[in-house]
């Protein structure tokens, strides 16, 4: 049946059964529709738009669709569809709008002026076998839309399928079955909203080039840790972007310097990378990035290795160079190449230097979301070592500049504040190898479509508590508390090495270790305590209890420095003051969290004496006391200084005892005004014991 008009379907259904309805003029649809089917053809020519086609629920299906819309005539899916025949766009547009269609079979006559359309939310699927008959093209009209979609999938066994022209995926890429030749024709999209992905496939399923976007949200001008998803990318990529600096002469603001860096007054380095071999903790090591001459296009990101990059903002404004503006807005990377695939090699290396040596700084190598849990988990047995891994701890620590210090997860205990141990697409992290001869082989089987979820959630985990440390909107941190059968109150391998930041708050272990994830025993003692460390700048800060473990138990914080004790709960805030000028307000000694079997009484600290981990417990006597006291210490040979402070925190008095014979050491306080005072004891060995004492 051929219709050049109007089709009006009053009541219908019109049902095409094994014919084919060819309609060259628009429809007007009544409380009936067309009823299609696996036999069914569908044919829409004529001129100028068409409008809606609309198919009865439960029959949107076609044997062949056609359209033949000259005039740039558009129709609009108004429903999934699946063809299992042949597809032919020949002329105009087929808008998909927020729906998926499904060719199943073969395709026809595509090119620049038979199109697929989106509304920047539909899906394409192709399946079935043998030869597609043609490339795929998008409505370029409105670039950013029209061919902007949600989702593309092809399984299509031995077959390449080939993009004439621009498609930009803000979803997922499944490649199933066949082969996508993108032309360089296909685009990541990254924003606010998500990033585009390339699920996991396998064999050759992807040739041409990509162009991977990254999108940096507008934070704070603070460093990032970024890795490449392509092969094939460059400084230069990134310089197209953002600004980027480093040695070389010349510091004419808007020029360039003799190695290709934007000159700045002291070119100074804006990207680097991390060296392992360098002996010490993990904040030594950094390299700046440079290729010693005056083009960066020969400078390229290597594959699995993380990079942090200062991020200034766009290039919108040579102000940014000279720091005169201080804020960084909102800024999307783009880096053009062909697709990581199949196993990569990591870089990783253990240079045996010291025990605390072996951090690498790493990368996500693929245009995907990864899961370092499941990959990490996959033939583990206790140890470091696991079915794509060797001598690997099971700890992903991941920068954050929102709160301008580390987040990080621990696989083999499952604490931490990246949730679930997702590293984002472009996310570089560091990693510390266990031992000699480090090997670890990313799979493409642990990408996820699982996105990396907000840092602090409100749903309570029922074994874990949380503590922020907030400064600041931008300065904060996270202590991790999980109490776990057969661990211990030493560093192990189900603990998070702490490593600062900004602010910071960590636990010691007995073995004084500073910890950001503290996994220990939940002991069956009344009293139980864990100290804690924290540091910042002068000002105020507070601690933020996101949740805390149902295991019958009543947690309290106690504050040293205030002699105070204040029960817990989720949701609760403690503000306080910290001095960096007053020792005693911040460090090892103010704060620990005490856990107990019934209720304690709040208030003042009296009680609770537990000796801190690794240190001695100090006696002081006479206290109250005046003239001569006497303090002793089972490390007293150990003790390096002696000093006096004030509740306000003035130092009153330092002594550096030299004689510790008698066994005991002997201060003269007479000239010290009547008062309470805190008295630190100093170690030799950078230890620091705290005691409470009052002079009459």
Known sequence: LNIDGILNTGSGPLVVNAQTLTLNGTVTYGTGAITGGATSNLSIGGTGNFGTLTLTSGAQTLNNFTVNRTSSGNVTLGHSLAVSGVTTISNGTLSIGSNTLTINGTLSGMSASGTFSSNGSSSLIVNGSGALGSSLFFDPSGSGTTNRFASFTYNRSAQTITLGNALQITGTVTPTAGTLATGGNLTLISNAS??????????????GNVVAQRFIPAVSRSWRFLSSPISNGTLEDWRGEIYLTGPGTGNTIGALNSNGFDATQNNKYSVYTYTESTPGVADIG??????????????????????????????????????????????????????????????????????????????NPYPSQYDWNAFWDLGNSGGVSGTNYTNINPTVYVYSPA?????????????????????????????????????????????????????????????????????????????????????????DRGDILKMNGAVNISSYSSDKIYLTGDTRPLNDTDLDTVFLSISAQTGDLSFNVSYLPANNRYYYLLDSYLDTMVLLSS??????????????????????????????????????????????????????????????????????????????????????????????????????????????????????????????
């Open 194 to 207: 998500g990033t585009g992905r390339i699920a996991t496939g396998s064999g050759t399923y992807i040739t």
């Open 286 to 363: 950094w390299t700046g990035v440079t290729n010693g001459s005056a083009s960066l296009t020969t400078a390229p990101l290597t594959v699995g290795r993380g990079y942090r990059v200062f991020i200034r903002g766009d290039r919108s404004d040579l102000n940014r160079l000279r720091d005169l503006e201080t804020s960084q807005n909102a800024v999307t990377l783009n880096l053009t190449g062909t697709v990581n695939t199949g196993d990569i090699s990591m870089p990783v290396s253990n240079s045996g230097v010291t025990t605390n040596d072996g951090w690498c700084l790493v990368g």
């Open 403 to 491: 709160a301008n210090g580390y987040i990080s997860y621990n696989a083999s205990s499952g604490i931490g504040s990246l949730s679930g141990g997702i590293v984002a697409q472009g996310q570089a992290f560091f990693i510390q190898t266990a031992g000699a001869a480090p090997v670890m082989t990313f799979k493409e089987s642990f990408k996820t479509a699982t996105a990396p979820v907000t840092l602090f959630k409100t749903d309570e985990k029922p074994d874990e508590m949380k503590i922020t440390l907030h400064k600041d909107a931008l300065n904060f941190d996270d202590f991790m508390l999980k109490f776990i059968a057969g661990s211990v109150k030493e560093y």
């Open 571 to 696: 949701s609760f805030s403690y503000p306080f003051n910290l001095d960096k000028e007053n020792a005693a307000t911040f460090g090892d000694e103010r704060f620990r969290i005490v856990i107990s079997k019934k209720l304690l009484e709040e208030g003042g600290s009296t009680g609770i004496k537990n000796a801190h981990p690794g240190q001695s417990h100090v006696k002081v006597w006479p206290n109250p006391g005046k003239g001569l006291i006497n303090i002793t210490a089972d490390d007293k040979a150990k003790v390096h200084a002696v000093s006096f402070f004030t509740i306000s925190g003035k130092q009153v008095l330092v002594n550096k005892p030299d004689d510790h014979s008698s066994g005991s050491i002997s201060l003269d306080v007479s000239g010290i005004a009547p008062g309470i005072y805190l008295m630190q004891l100093d170690y030799a060995d950078s230890g620091k014991e705290m005691v409470k004492i009052v002079i009459e």
